[in-house]
Every structure is written in structure tokens, then in C-alpha cells.
């Protein structure tokens, strides 16, 4: 004990600034690699469609016949119910039509 006593009044010497912590983080967006890691990495698609509340109507759901043509409407419907069309996303649908006894 008596040496690291002893070595107290020394000081170190250091030819560089140590490092000091502080509040302050700097954010540099690259606007090139985040466009590059979105092509690679995909996108997330989003809609106000809420498919749950969708629902179907028109002659072709009654009165479809296999290899004839036939019309029926989706009315497409948000979370709280409420008609709704999407004019500025592109929101594909797809439909899957099924006989009564389910084939």
C-alpha cells in the first residue's frame, strides 16, 4: 500500500484530448443510402380499407355461372364503418369466388 501512496503526486501526461461526454448527437442523413437500403429492403404498404367490414351485392354474386361473364360490386368500408374509396393509393383486391357448398 505504501508504494500506490506514493505514486499520488504523480500525474499523467497524455498527448491527446481524452474524449468528454456530452448531451449533444448529431443525425447526418444520407439521403442516397436510405433510398438504396429502401429498394433492397421493400416497402411497407398501408390502407384505410378494413376488410372486415367490406361487403359484396349485385346479381353476378346470384346468378354467376362458370366460364360467363358477371358483375357484382364491393363496397369497400373503413375501421368505423364509413364508405370509403381510395382515389390516391393504389389498393389492389382480390376476390375469390366459391359455390355455395364451398368449392
Known amino acids: 500500500m505504501e508504494r500506490l501512496s506514493n505514486n499520488r503526486s504523480l500525474t ?13 448527437i448529431d443525425f447526418i442523413f444520407k439521403r442516397d443510402d436510405v433510398e438504396s437500403v429502401s429498394r433492397v429492403m421493400g416497402f411497407i404498404n ?6 372486415a367490414l367490406c361487403t359484396t351485392r349485385g346479381l353476378g354474386l346470384k346468378s354467376g355461372k362458370v366460364g360467363v361473364e358477371s358483375s357484382f ?4 368500408k373503413d ?4 364508405p370509403y374509396v381510395e382515389a390516391t393509393h393504389y389498393c ?3 376476390v375469390t369466388i ?6
Open 92 to 94: 389492389p383486391m382480390q
Open 79 to 82: 375501421r368505423f364503418g364509413n
Open 12 to 24: 499523467l501526461q497524455l498527448d491527446y484530448k481524452e474524449p468528454e461526454e456530452n448531451d449533444v
Open 73 to 76: 360490386i364491393v363496397e369497400v
Open 46 to 51: 398501408t390502407t384505410k380499407t378494413f376488410t
Open 98 to 103: 366459391k359455390a355455395p357448398e364451398g368449392r
